[in-house]
């Protein structure tokens, strides 16, 4: 069985609205990424280096903590991880999520959605958190989504 799982996190809710669409689009289970301590507007100011964001992004080793696990993650053989992209990068509350659990023989697809930059080195930064798992080039989810192209793009995994 190819039991898919979306789970993502969203600081404006831009993530989230693109995590429900391809949920819905492909079958696939929903789980919303929720930081123990939420995110306020201020924490988020990436033009200030004493937010929380700010020092969390400049902190390699940072792993926010998260309010609650996924209680059946073995479940899921594909997990599609979203999130908006924080200094050319995954916050790093995605490796919090994926350090929690045993990914061994899961694939993970990352996609993000950003307000310019690209995927940077996004990739490169989550595959020691994603041990044993197969970490598949991820995919800019912005703007408008065509739910038959991104049908397409889903399935193949």
Known sequence: MNKKLVAYFSASGVTAKVAKTLATTIGADLYEIKPEQPYSRADLNWTDKKSRS????NNPASRPAIAEKVS???DYNVIFVGFPIWWYVAPT?????LESYDLSGKTI??????GGSGMGKTNEKLLPSCQGAALLQGKLLNGKINTEALKEWANKF
């Open 54 to 57: 700010s020092i969390e992004m």
């Open 72 to 74: 059946n993650m073995e």
């Open 93 to 97: 509350i995605i490796n919090t999520f």
């Open 109 to 114: 697809i990352p996609f993000a959605t950003s």
